[in-house]
T-cell receptor, first 114, second 115 residues
Framework: AQSVTQPDIHITVSEGASLELRCNYSYGATPYLFWYVQSPGQGLQLLLKYFSGDTLVQGIKGFEAEFKRSQSSFNLRKPSVHWSDAAEYFCAVGSTGGGNKLTFGTGTQLKVEL | GAGVSQSPSNKVTEKGKDVELRCDPISGHTALYWYRQSLGQGLEFLIYFQGNSAPDKSGLPSDRFSAERTGGSVSTLTIQRTQQEDSAVYLC?????????????FGPGTRLTVL
């Protein structure tokens, strides 16, 4: 069965600092990978996705992620964090068959210090 | 265009009552998903509809949970005889399936509280 691990439950960074959120997945084939962000009281917003091709993908709000097959990882990065980036971030893997239902990690809560 | 909408945004009910949660997907999206977000379990898949195919119910936690999708559009998630452990945020998502890969667009969720 597919699974996603986000080892960091909470991360605090200073505004302007760089950010990396870790995500490791378990899946038997090439996965579909996603990063979503959830602000308090809001639904999930897609930041970026990887289906195939270039392993470095660019998303919205200045985020990027790199797919590393050898490490089964899909870490999210941002060079300079803004206070408005404070939110919860979810990594997800989608099955390549059967409708691509998503399996989510447990999320990483990001706090930004001014 | 309009995104995925869900109603009600909040629902408080008493243990043992039935509740219905509604989802309006993005127009033209053929796939519709229900997920549940709770403190203890995180984000869990519940059920998936695709066109006229039989739904994938593999994530439903018990037979008290059911869902239907009428006319390939609006979906209703029904929870019968609610229990306190059903308290959670229920999220709906829709997508266009293209060759198996898709991007799911999520609604704002319905927060269910069972007293």
């Amino acid at each position: 069965a597919q699974s996603v691990t986000q080892p960091d439950i909470h991360i605090t960074v200073s505004e302007g600092a760089s950010l990396e959120l870790r995500c490791n997945y378990s899946y038997g084939a090439t996965p579909y990978l996603f990063w979503y962000v959830q602000s308090p009281g809001q639904g999930l917003q897609l930041l970026l996705k990887y289906f195939s091709g270039d392993t470095l993908v660019q998303g919205i709000k200045g985020f990027e992620a790199e797919f590393k097959r050898s490490q089964s990882s899909f870490n999210l990065r941002k060079p300079s964090v803004h206070w408005s980036d404070a939110a919860e971030y979810f990594c997800a893997v989608g099955s390549t068959g059967g409708g691509n239902k998503l399996t989510f990690g447990t999320g990483t809560q990001l706090k930004v210090e001014l | 265009g309009a995104g995925v909408s869900q109603s009600p945004s909040n629902k408080v009910t008493e243990k043992g009552k039935d509740v219905e949660l509604r989802c309006d997907p993005i127009s033209g999206h053929t796939a519709l998903y229900w997920y549940r977000q709770s403190l203890g379990q995180g984000l869990e898949f519940l059920i998936y509809f695709q066109g006229n195919s039989a739904p994938d119910k593999s994530g439903l936690p018990s037979d008290r949970f059911s869902a239907e999708r009428t006319g390939g559009s609006v979906s209703t998630l029904t929870i019968q005889r609610t229990q306190q452990e059903d308290s959670a945020v229920y999220l709906c998502a829709s997508s266009l399936l293209r060759g198996g890969a898709n991007e799911q667009f999520f609604g704002p969720g319905t927060r269910l509280t069972v007293l």
